[in-house]
């Protein structure tokens, strides 16, 4: 789950709200993309998987389950989920 970003300067900015059915939308486009861009899906294949009614992909933007006992870090700490940099 993210709150937001981090830009090249390494300046996180939050961002709206977003639906969780739109983001799904946006995650499973960016993946397949991914995938065709590495020739290990066709294009064609992933204009089918987005066309069923369920893909697969799924997008849970409700809270978090909070921080682990013992955990050193803060529970709302803006971490980039790629390069893992705080």
């Known amino acids: 789950m993210t709150e937001g970003g981090a830009d090249e300067e390494g300046v996180f900015h939050k961002i709206p709200r977003i639906d969780d059915s739109r983001l799904a939308e ?8 991914f995938l065709v861009g590495r020739e290990l899906l066709s294009p064609e294949w992933a204009e089918r998987l987005l066309s069923w009614p369920h893909t697969g992909f799924n997008v849970h933007g409700g809270s978090g389950p909070g921080p682990c006992p013992g955990d050193p870090f803060p529970p709302h700490l803006p971490v980039d989920i790629i390069t893992g940099k705080w």
């Open 26 to 33: 946006i995650f499973a486009r960016e993946v397949l993309a």
